[in-house]
């Protein structure tokens, strides 16, 4: 009798699993800073500003790159159904928003079978403006010349749509329902961390130039995904590096600014003084499932950021991190304890996938870096084979 009651127990439990799970859209959900940015394909004499070109990317995809056919191979292999890439030029001035490179990267490379895998398709695609090259007019990197990119611009770049960023998805994207934040200014987020030259003890920016400096380096996007009927908001960013700038710490403040941007978004009685490209005010409403996708240049544990802004999101009460992680990190860093969990060769966590506890269950994860003992090592073996950055994923359950 009691192996009957064990019996039937067990049975029970195992079709509550199974409905559960059949109630429950399976989802990989990946961000990866693929490098495919200008400066990636041109030989080094080649790089001053003048002579930086946007058609690089597209020359380099139209010649069969091998990095770029590595890239495609480990976005094959881990085959997610959404994800996002950073440092991914958008053309804006060239092919009159017709997304030519990212539709030829999808169409010759991930459509392609790269090395025997499976051809990925992505019929869904979104690919929006960007601040980076975009032309401040202002002298904002203090080397006393006003309006000359890269370092002038609202975001760092030599043209408009530099690094600029991508989602791919397997499901229909709601484009009418997108939100973008590249015009929302620096000023207006309470109590913004405004630069100051210490030498001087005054603000580091001018004051127009302050009142007209944009919040984000690329852009935060809200974009929301229909997945048999649920929706799923990607939030999408690539915070400025922490780095290169002065004492006045300019880059480690809008790092920390950027960031704080979603931390805020989301946390409703924080988020009234948020506005969009459209005008529309507010932050996340509902409490929908999302998921912070990024490459957002900071760690809590390591590297040169402010750790307030990062930590603040990864501890928030509607962020799920499992800070994913992987056997290769873990051997090219043996003398650090945080080494499973970086995601870049240069021995940090940078690259984030961050789904809310509401409306999902995760229920695996990773970082893709292979082992010097494996063969898709060569996939990832130093920065001409693929990126600096590792592509970071998630498979989760979005709950009904």
Do not use: C
Request: proline share 5%.
């Amino acid at each position: 009798m009691i192996m009957k009651k064990s019996l039937l127990h067990l049975t029970m439990t195992l079709a509550l699993t199974y409905m559960s799970t059949t109630q429950a859209e399976q989802l990989k959900i990946a961000t990866f800073n693929v490098s495919m940015e200008a400066l990636n394909y041109q030989p080094l004499e080649s790089k001053e500003t003048s002579k930086v070109s946007n058609k690089a990317l597209q020359h380099a995809l139209d010649n069969n790159h091998q990095q770029i056919r590595n890239i495609a191979e480990i976005i094959q292999r881990v085959n997610p159904d959404i994800i996002l890439l950073n440092e991914f030029d958008n053309q804006e001035n060239t092919d009159n928003n017709q997304h030519n490179s990212l539709k030829t990267f999808i169409n010759k490379y991930l459509n392609t079978s790269q090395n025997g895998q499976d051809a990925i398709n992505f019929p869904y695609f979104y690919q929006g403006e960007v601040n980076t090259g975009v032309n401040s007019g202002f002298d904002l990197d203090g080397n006393g010349k006003k309006g000359v990119l890269p370092g002038d611009g609202f975001g760092y770049g030599h043209f408009p749509g530099h690094f600029g960023m991508a989602l791919l998805s397997k499901y229909p994207i709601n484009f009418k329902n997108i939100r973008t934040f590249q015009y929302f200014k620096w000023q207006d987020m309470p109590n913004a961390l405004k630069p100051i030259d210490p030498t001087t003890a005054k603000p580091w920016f001018s004051e127009e130039a302050w009142k007209n400096s944009r919040l984000s380096s690329k852009s935060h996007w809200d974009i929301p995904v229909e997945v048999n009927g649920q929706t799923i908001h990607i939030l999408a960013s690539h915070p400025t590096p922490p780095v290169f700038d002065g004492p006045e710490d300019r880059n480690g403040k809008r790092n920390h600014d950027e960031i704080r941007f979603w931390t805020d978004y989301i946390t409703t009685d924080k988020s009234g003084y948020i506005y969009d490209d459209m005008g529309e005010k507010g932050g996340l409403k509902d409490s929908p499932p999302f998921v912070i996708l990024g490459d957002l240049n900071a760690s809590s544990v390591d590297g040169s950021a402010m750790t307030a802004g990062i930590s603040n999101l990864l501890t928030h009460n509607n962020i799920q991190d499992v800070m994913p992680q992987s056997r290769g990190a873990k051997k090219h860093s043996p003398d650090s304890v945080n080494a499973m969990h970086h995601t870049a060769f240069w021995r940090m966590r940078a690259d984030y996938v961050l789904p809310s506890k509401t409306g999902i269950d995760i229920t695996n994860s990773g970082v893709y870096w292979p082992t010097e003992d494996e063969d898709t090592f060569r996939l990832i073996k130093d920065r001409a084979a693929s990126s600096d950055h590792r592509m970071v994923w998630v498979d989760l359950l979005l709950k009904k």
